[in-house]
């Protein structure tokens, strides 16, 4: 299978020259000019490594890597920028960037970190694929709500809802443990498999919650046990 590599740069000859050294290794690349076309391509396309610029008009390199934290969970990115500066490098990193690069970057350096990345990213699959294996459980609630963990789905009678897989994997751990209080850390560890601050937490894990319960909300059995423990993080609450 291909590897999908998305380029985001402002400056054409940048992308050109970036699309053209990773065409000759054999990846498939597409390149594209702005954060928000960066954005509309994730939505709509499997990415598997990104390579963005730092500073660009409207949305910047760091606003990109937040969405596609969203969007593209396990996809690698790579950090490009001219402006090499502490602060921007640390905020990269604490992102959870693969690589910061100082441009111009040299062709051996930009293909050694992308090969890295897709090391790290084939790798990420390969556990997720491992977990999924062992994710053939069904649950099944007292109102008739079926929970397949393996599909990663919920349905009941006539409706039915197709889960992300970080909604699954949130979901799973809900499931498993009833009536135990996560922190937002917590949680995000055990989705998403790093470890960041309990601040981060929580802006990673409320949308993510949100979109779970909006998707659950015609699954009350489900919808009304997740539970927000001020201060703390989650409970998934006994079924009563």
Not at 51 to 68: F, R, T, Y
Not at 70 to 83: F, G, R, W
Not at 201 to 226: C, D, M, N, W
Request: aromatic share 6%; net charge negative; glycine share 6%.
């Amino acid at each position: 299978m291909k590897t999908n590599i998305l380029i985001v740069d402002d400056e054409p000859i940048a992308r050109q020259s970036l699309g053209d050294i990773l065409r000759l290794e054999g990846y498939g690349v597409t390149a594209v000019p702005s954060g928000e076309a960066a954005v509309e391509h994730l939505r709509n396309y499997s990415v598997d490594l990104m390579i963005v610029d730092l500073k660009m008009p409207g949305m910047n390199g760091l606003d990109v890597v937040q969405v596609a934290s969203q969007l593209a969970p396990d996809a690698q990115i790579i950090l490009l920028t001219a402006y090499g500066s502490m602060e921007s490098a640390v905020e990269a990193l604490r992102q959870r960037v693969h690589d910061y690069l100082l441009k111009p970057a040299s062709p051996m350096q930009i293909i050694e970190s992308v090969k890295r990345g897709l090391e790290r990213h084939a790798a990420r699959l390969q556990n997720q694929s491992e977990i999924q294996a062992l994710d053939g459980a069904i649950f099944n609630t007292k109102d008739g709500t079926e929970i397949d963990l393996m599909r990663r789905t919920v349905a009941s009678k006539n409706k039915f809802e197709n889960l992300t897989p970080a909604e699954g994997h949130l979901l799973k751990v809900f499931v498993e443990n009833p009536g135990k209080v996560y922190s937002h850390r917590d949680l995000v560890l055990l989705v998403q498999g790093y470890d960041v601050s309990q601040r981060e937490a929580q802006e990673i894990l409320r949308p993510l919650v949100s979109r779970l319960r909006h998707k659950l909300e015609t699954f009350p059995g489900l919808y009304e046990r997740i539970v927000s423990v001020r201060g703390t993080g989650y409970v998934f609450e006994e079924e009563k």
